[in-house]
């Protein structure tokens, strides 16, 4: 008896165009879904009508033509059982790989949007105008005021890059407001204006620097983890012949064509597994197995960027820190310079991108492993 199964498997692409992993996690698990379910239906059905066809076989009333007629049958059904489960072992190759592709895909994303992030930040001269003194009218004016009050008729007049320096000018203001003529009160009046200035610049200096040069280090590191990508998507999608860069795909959206390369390379896999073994078999074993472990080489990225990213929120919580630990912060809370808050306000939005926008919590660790690989929940 030839038994003819007819197949529907429901495909659900997910857009790859979305980078809200919350909706790619709930569309991968249905895809898994439909592909086990449909799987466990095929194999089922076949192993019941072998069951019934062994029970049938060791019945005594079954004479001996029969009988070789429904063990006839039996073999035909545990081939048609091994090429099914064959089948759909492939489609979870195809599955897992397609998820790689779109995985890679928002991941670049995020860290495209992290070299944005990076590259809108504060640069070293902002950060190293905050911290200096000399950057401030207010404080030159009255640096200059207390310059000419001094009791010197003729007194020594400093280097150019030395009036320049933070810590010169400062001491040079506080020893013109002590020993400076003029008005005492006035003088006094104006020390009191660039008081706060004065603490905040050199309290801050060292700490600012930290915060500058540590952004930097994060942003050589997602230059690094740019490059890895790059890298990666060539390396992954080399097994299924696409030959164009990640940045190519991204910028003309030839994403439905290396989806064609892939189809294309399952269907060829399929067309050689229910062959005898031959030198095609080992090749297709070969091409399997490269799929596979592009898939691995995935996860590991995968695990490397959310450690980057954890790595990045705990940064910006340090750097928090810094700036709310200003000592005197509440007593200069109003003579603070605005680029102060500016910084504050851009390291709070930086946290909240870092725990949100840009993290993938839902990936890390063996998450993506067992949405990949395990069964569906």
Request: glycine share 4%; aromatic share 12%.
């Amino acid at each position: 008896m030839k038994i003819i199964f007819t197949l529907i498997l429901v495909s659900i692409f997910y857009d790859c165009h979305s980078n809200n992993f919350d909706d790619f996690i709930r569309k991968t698990i249905d895809e898994k879904c439909v592909l086990i379910k449909s799987r466990n239906i095929v194999v089922h059905t076949i192993e019941n009508e072998i069951r019934d066809l062994e029970v049938l076989l060791y019945q005594n009333q079954i004479i001996l033509e029969k009988k070789v007629d429904v063990l006839i049958e039996i073999l035909q059904l545990e081939r048609s059982l091994k090429n099914a489960i064959a089948t759909f072992d492939m489609k979870f190759v195809k599955f897992r790989y397609q998820k790689g592709i779109e995985i890679l895909k928002m991941v670049y994303e995020k860290i495209l949007s992290l070299d944005h992030h990076f590259g809108t930040l504060r640069s070293f001269q902002d950060i190293a105008l905050m911290s200096n003194p000399n950057s401030y009218p207010e404080f030159v004016k009255i640096k200059e005021n207390l310059k000419s009050n001094t009791k010197s008729k003729d007194p020594i007049r400093l280097p150019v890059f030395l009036d320049n320096n933070p810590l010169i000018s400062m001491g040079y203001a506080v020893v013109s407001s002590f020993f400076g003529t003029g008005d005492k009160q006035k003088r006094q009046g104006e020390m009191e204006k660039i008081s706060c200035l004065l603490d905040f610049t050199l309290s801050m200096q060292s700490d600012l620097k930290i915060i500058y040069y540590e952004t930097d280090y994060l942003k050589l590191n997602n230059q690094e983890l740019k490059g890895k990508c790059i890298q990666l998507f060539k390396d992954y999608t080399k097994v299924i012949g696409y030959k164009f860069s990640l940045d190519y795909c991204r910028d003309i959206d030839d994403w439905d064509n290396v989806i064609s390369l892939l189809d294309e390379t399952i269907r060829t896999l399929n067309n050689y597994s229910d062959q005898p073994f031959s030198q095609e078999q080992k090749s297709i074993k070969h091409n399997i197995n490269n799929l596979e472990f592009s898939i691995d080489r995935l996860l590991g990225f995968i695990n490397e960027y959310s450690l980057f990213i954890s790595q990045g929120e705990k940064y910006y919580h340090k750097f928090l820190s810094i700036l709310k630990n200003y000592e005197h912060k509440d007593i200069c809370i109003s003579q603070l310079p605005t680029q102060y808050l500016e910084l504050e306000n851009e390291i709070l939005q930086s946290i909240d991108k870092f725990e949100t926008a840009y993290n993938v919590a839902e990936l890390k660790g063996t998450k993506l492993r067992d949405l990949l690989y395990g069964s569906p929940e």
